[in-house]
């Protein structure tokens, strides 16, 4: 079973800048693609940015680009996502995601709030 925990949310002002982290209990190799997803309150979950293993290229939602920045350490088997230039619509809790052969793994998500 593939394990997932994010780390680094928090409180921050506009224009603040936070690094969240994903430790992966595999091999980050041993995953097709990675992945930052958000949920709002009252929103759907959407995809923030994606990474992909085997490819290696990036993708980023509209809303983020130029803002945000996925990467990865394959030595420590975590995921990032550096988040420059935060809004307030960026507050959402944070998930992430990855896709291991056919199992889909979620962590249990951290809280971004941005607001002065």
């Known amino acids: 079973q593939v394990q997932l925990v994010e780390s680094g949310g928090g409180l921050v002002q506009p224009g603040g800048s936070l690094r969240l982290s994903c430790a992966a209990s595999?091999?980050?190799?041993?995953?097709?693609?990675m992945a930052w997803y958000r949920q709002a309150p009252g929103k759907q979950r959407e995809l923030v940015a994606t990474l992909g293993i085997s490819r290696r290229g990036t993708s980023y939602a509209d809303s983020v680009k130029g803002r945000f920045t996925v990467s990865r350490d394959t030595a420590l088997n975590t995921l990032y996502l550096q988040m420059n230039s935060l809004k307030p619509e960026d507050t959402a809790v944070y998930y992430c995601?990855?896709?291991?052969?056919?199992?889909?793994?979620w962590g249990q998500g951290t809280q971004v709030t941005v607001s002065s």
């Open positions: 995601n990855a896709n291991v052969g056919l199992l889909v793994a």
């Open positions: 595999v091999s980050i190799e041993s995953t097709t693609a």
